[in-house]
C-alpha cells in the first residue's frame, strides 16, 4: 500500500489497523496456498517430462530472433506441448554469454543471455550443458552460460566448475519418486584440453557413468534413471555398434533410458529390456535445412510410483522453428 504526500492526518492514523487487516488477509491466503501446494505435491502420483533435440540460438536463428523476436520460435501447438509437462528438459547447442574468447575450431557458437528467460517462460526447465558447443567461447564463456542460465530461473545440467561436478546426477523430481538424470558429452573436443579440476562439461566415460548408475540403483532402487549422451556421427540414421553395446551396457547397469543427441538428425531408436534408447533425437531449434535434419521426436516420459510410460512425438522443423505435428500432417 502506498501513500501520496497529500494524505491527512487522520487517514494516516487509520492506516495501522487498515494495514493490519490487510496483512492478516494475506497471511491467511498465503498460509492456505501454501498448505494446498504442500497437500498438491504430497499426493502428486504423476509427473511428465519432455526431452526435445538440440537448441540452437546462433547463425540462422539468431536471425529469426532479430527479425521476429524469441518469442515467434515458439508456435502455439509446440507451446501448448512445452507448458503441458512438469519438467522440459533440452540440449542447448552454445554457450549464452556476453564473453567471446572463441575456441579455435570448426563451428563456433554463441548466444545472448537475455533470451534465455523466453526458454523458461515457454516450459523449459532444465538445459544440457554436456555438448561439444557448450565451450565456443571458452571456459568462462562456459561457466558465465552456466550462471545465465541459473540466473533465468532454469537449471543447468552437465556442467561444473569441476569435472566431478559437471557429472554428478541431477535430481530432476522427487514425486511421485526420485528422478535422476545423468548427462555426458562422449565426443572429443577441437582445440581444447580436457582439465579435470578446471570449469568443464561432463566426459564422464561408458565405464564411470556405468558405475554411478549401479550406486544410484543400490541407494534408491525405486527412483528413475535416465541418461543422456552426446555422442555417434553426424548426419547418419543409425548408432554405431559400439553405442549399441554401450547403451545396452547402461540399460543392464539399471538405467531406466537412454535419450541421446548430436547427430542432427532422428536415428532409430529401441526398446532393450523394456527400456527405451534413443539414439538419437535430433534437432528442436535449428537452422538446418536438409530433410534429414529437418524431422526429430520430442520425448514424453510419464512416471508414477510403478511405471514408467513413453510417447514420441513427432517434430518438423521449419525456418528454424519446432512444429508438433497433428496425425493427419504425420
Known sequence: MTHNSTTTKATTRRAPAALLAVAFLFTINATAQSNATATNNIHRDTTTLLFTGDILLDRGVRTVIGHQGADALFLPRTDSLLRSCNHVVGNLECPATKIKQPV?????????????????????THLNLANNHSIDQGRKGLADTKANIEKAGITAIGAGATMDEASQPVLIDSLPRHIWMIASNQLQFENFPTLPHTTSVSQEPIDSITARILSLRHRDPQCIIIVSLHWGWEHTMKPLPQQIMQAHKLINAGADALICHHTHT?????????????????NFIFDQTKPINTKALAVRLTVTKDSLTTENIPIQIINCKPHWLTQKER
Open 104 to 124: 579455435f575450431k570448426h563451428f563456433i557458437f554463441r548466444a545472448e543471455p537475455e533470451w534465455l528467460p523466453t526458454l523458461r517462460d515457454h516450459g523449459f
Open 266 to 282: 532422428l536415428q532409430t531408436h529401441e526398446t532393450y529390456r523394456g527400456k527405451p534408447i534413443y539414439y538419437s533425437i535430433g
